[in-house]
């Protein structure tokens, strides 16, 4: 008897079709835990938490629709947690072989044969740390859900009912999230910056036909794609070092993280926000690079898509993906960090209640199902518009316990679609913000040189916080 299968839904096989030999869709993640623990801890662990998750128990079959999720009759927990051994070369830290080992499983293919997830443990890392490293596909699940998918696994967690693991199908969450709080003047504003996004937009709200046949999606598709103007009219991003062809190999970085308090107090100070804050930082680094690389970065610019959650709070628990994305620039050419720091500010608010979201969630879901030459076209627009991808998730407030040891430090490192080479990831965890660079080697080849100048461009702005007057409002 075959086994049974269930449709993927329309947005979930998009990630699953966006794979390239560039880059593969792919979250990756790397948790520091002392004492150590052994495989054997792990995989019971994972047995009696994890695979409580139909999902990491089902493998994916690609068919003429789209996929279908089923589960794996020959599923093996030994084929997904297995032992990792460091072998460092001559001269090389554990750091930097750690570094070396993650870079390379970001660029290397999850089985299709199987469920497509793994977690390598180095037992004995150094000084009695364990470290786990989880790749999990982008298919699966985004960032928000596999927070809470890891803390369901470490002590005291549980993963909610089957029954509510998985939301309703795209056409509902379509409606229900995205396209009824778009009121009738959101339309005409939208109309404003461009007929063919107006019409996108109406489109979707009030379709003509039910979207459940290939036919429908595929006049779905070519609509979007013909509807694409007002996106693609965007100005492309300044050239830098930053943007190319990536080729296939990786490298990853990553630094000490910054008390959580004292970016609280910065943006307390400056009258701006945590995000504000890390997001100058980040191009302020960015700028310091370029310039060390003897390119002027002055004057320039460069565009990152930010994830946004359009998952309500409460249902974070759901797999699957949920969110869409919103172009924000970035002033690399900015060299005074007050200024750069209010030139983000304002960047932020022009995006508070923009449609981009919608916009890009339509097309990143379409790309993914569309034939290979279009989706790829249509991910060759981002390409050119985009630097870099960035995610600032907000994790625990508290260390997380596993296994009866301590989860010291998370991190992660977030894929990049198309030919972009470039990916930030911000995670708030245990009172400290973590900064992780995954790069393409062909144009990045050493990203610690970017990753070393987040804290110093932070310590600027700490240091002008603390010239200021106490007591005082400060306006800039």
Known sequence: MAPAQERMSRVDTAWLRMDTEANLMMIVGVWFIRPGITVAALRERVEARLLQYARFRQRVVQDALGAVWEEDEDFDINRHVLQEILMPRRGQSREAALQQRVAELAATPLDPAHPLWQFQLVEDYENGQSVMIARIHHCIADGVALVTVTLSITDGGKAPPKRLQQPRDDQDWLTDVLLRPISDMTIKAIHLAGDGVGKSVEVLAHPPHPLDSSMDMARMGYQAVSDVAAFALMEDDSPTLLKGSPGTRKKVAW???????????????????????????????????????????????????????????????????????????????????????????????????????????????????????????????????????????????????FCGSTVERLMFWVPQSGDIGVGVSILTYAGNVQFGLITAEALVPEPQAIIDHFAPEFNKLLMLTLMLPWGEENEF
């Open 255 to 401: 630094a000490d993280g910054l008390p959580l308090d004292a970016v609280k107090a910065v943006g307390k100070a400056m009258n701006a926000s945590v995000n504000d804050v890390l997001l100058s930082c980040v191009a302020g680094a960015f700028g310091r690079y370029l310039s060390e690389q003897g390119e002027n970065p002055s004057g320039k610019e460069i565009r990152v898509m930010v994830p946004v959650n359009l998952r309500p709070l409460e249902k974070a628990y759901q797999l699957g993906n949920r969110f869409g994305l919103v172009p924000l620039v970035l002033p690399i050419g900015i060299a005074n960090p007050v200024e750069r720091l209010y030139a983000v500010r304002q960047r932020m608010q022009e995006l508070k209640g923009s449609f981009q979201p919608v916009l890009a969630f339509g097309l990143l879901a379409v790309a993914g199902l569309l034939i290979k030459p279009v989706q790829q076209a249509m991910l060759g627009i981002f390409a050119k518009k985009t630097t870099a991808v960035m995610t600032n998730l907000p994790g625990p407030a508290e260390a997380l316990k």
